[in-house]
């Protein structure tokens, strides 16, 4: 399995910008696509952004399309989370997440297939 440590969260507001970094142990990070999801109090963890193991694919949701753009440094061992535009809706504990495997396609996203979770990090935008 990979540990995963979210860092960069905070309060912002309205219009600002954060980036999330997901720094990963283990050798199996370099080999798994990986995404990030959050959760607001009262609401389903949802799917937020993904990229492939090489990082030459990525995907988001809709509701962050244009604004989020996750990348991937392997020598690093890190994901990133650039947050532009931040709406109060973005305000939520976002999660970083690695698969575990080399899958590749939009259908790779799903909660329940992630394996390792990290503690998750606090976005909170003011209006």
């Known amino acids: 399995q990979v540990q995963l440590v979210e860092s960069g969260g905070g309060l912002v507001q309205a219009g600002g910008s954060l980036r999330l970094s997901c720094k990963a142990s283990?050798?199996?990070?370099?080999?798994?696509?990986m995404g990030w999801f959050r959760q607001a109090p009262g609401k389903e963890r949802e799917f937020v952004a993904g990229i492939s193991w090489s990082g030459a694919s990525t995907y988001y949701a809709d509701s962050v399309k244009g604004r989020f753009t996750i990348s991937r440094d392997n020598a690093k061992n890190t994901v990133y989370l650039q947050m532009n535009s931040l709406k109060p809706e973005d305000t939520a504990v976002y999660y970083c997440?690695?698969?575990?495997?080399?899958?590749?396609?939009?259908?790779?996203?799903?909660?329940?297939?992630?394996?390792?979770w990290g503690q998750g990090t606090q976005v909170t935008v003011s209006s």
């Open positions: 283990g050798r199996t990070f370099s080999s798994s696509a």
């Open positions: 997440a690695a698969r575990g495997d080399y899958c590749s396609g939009s259908g790779c996203y799903p909660a329940s297939a992630f394996g390792s």
